[in-house]
């Protein structure tokens, strides 16, 4: 791998993660000098596998991100480093990204894919069961919850689309209002009549063992015995980074995500993203997608600097 620590980059990838990786491996076969600087924080590392991924269905997200690792080393223009980017700033031909030790590397064009932060409810034990038997998609997690006791808690609109998300997993749901319900009436029979219980009790405790929820406990003393929770967990930003590049965040249905147009740039020329850091519905096959489009662009926009490309493409 490329190793001279002075060098200016073609491309720094900011994360390591599904996007991160996968735009790496599309430099790498373009056979541009490409940095990726990992600060090893990819939000699905609590959960023991990955649902729904072709060629790493049920396997763990570790393995996902070893593999992709070990593929880059075959590319002589990739560096892969551990470390975080703790701020960045324009230069007349490029960026400055500064990481962690007081290292400076500079890059003709960076490409944003530090993913996203789930923050969940406070709720005490949620921590220990996160990723596992508490989590936030369905579609992540369902096959393994199939045909349990499962309960979402939500608010308002998210509140119906959640619990009868679940419905398709499992015939017994539960749908937990936290004391705060602002269910319509027309939402209620909507929820009734698809066989969900609707509870407005208040939680005080998730009660659980070795990742495995086996009860919700509220906090007028009695229990719910529960074997799987949905919970909204909306999102935020890892860091600065993008704002100090000059990217603009937008706000979201999940949290604010950094704005992209149709071909992954920001608003900030140079700047691109992919990944969960702009994604409306964030999952992993979105984020390798992304990563190998972003990708194919950058390559583009510095060919078009150094030939005369057409760029963008039509």
């Known amino acids: 791998m490329a190793n001279d620590r002075n060098a200016e980059w073609e491309c720094a990838v900011v994360g390591a993660g599904a996007a991160g990786l996968s735009a790496a491996l599309v430099l790498g076969r373009a056979r541009r000098r490409t940095i990726v600087i990992d600060a090893d924080q990819q939000s699905n590392r609590a959960s023991k596998a990955i649902g729904g991924l072709l060629g790493f269905d049920q396997r763990p997200p570790a393995e996902l991100y070893e593999a992709g690792r070990c593929e880059l080393e075959a590319y002589p223009s990739v560096e892969y480093r551990r470390g975080t980017v703790a701020g960045g700033r324009r230069i007349?031909?490029?960026f400055v990204l500064d990481v962690d030790g007081g290292e400076q590397v500079r890059a003709r064009r960076v490409l944003l894919a530090t993913g996203m932060q789930y923050c969940p409810p406070e709720i005490p034990g949620l921590a220990?069961?996160?990723g596992t038997s508490?989590?936030?998609c369905p579609f992540c997690h369902g096959w393994e919850m199939r045909d349990k006791r499962l309960a979402a808690l939500a608010a308002g609109e998210e509140a119906v689309h959640a619990t009868l998300m679940l419905r398709g997993w499992s015939d017994d749901v539960v749908s937990l209002t936290d004391g705060h319900s602002q269910l319509s009436a027309d939402d209620e029979r909507l929820l009734r009549e698809a066989g969900v219980t609707i509870d407005d009790r208040r939680i005080a405790e998730l009660i659980g063992e070795h990742g495995q929820l086996t009860a919700?406990?509220?906090?007028d003393g009695t229990?719910?015995?529960r074997d799987g929770l949905?919970?909204?967990a909306p999102l935020q930003q890892r860091s600065p980074l993008a704002e100090q590049l000059g990217?603009?965040?937008?706000?979201?249905p999940l949290g604010a995500s950094v704005g992209i147009d149709a071909i992954h740039r920001t608003d900030a020329g140079g700047v691109f993203a992919a990944g969960d850091i702009c994604a409306e519905q964030p999952y992993v096959a979105g984020a390798i997608a992304a990563g190998s489009q972003a990708a194919m662009i950058?390559?583009?926009?510095?060919?078009?600097?150094e030939f005369g490309l057409p760029y963008p493409p039509t």
Do not use: N
């Not at 919700?216 to 906090?219: E, K, L, R």
């Not at 950058?298 to 600097?305: G, N, R, Y």
């Open 134 to 136: 508490v989590f936030q």
């Open 216 to 219: 919700i406990a509220f906090a």
């Open 92 to 94: 007349d031909d490029g």
């Open 230 to 232: 949905l919970v909204e």
């Open 223 to 225: 229990r719910l015995e």
């Open 298 to 305: 950058i390559v583009q926009s510095l060919l078009a600097d």
């Open 247 to 252: 990217a603009a965040c937008t706000p979201g």
């Open 128 to 130: 220990e069961l996160w």
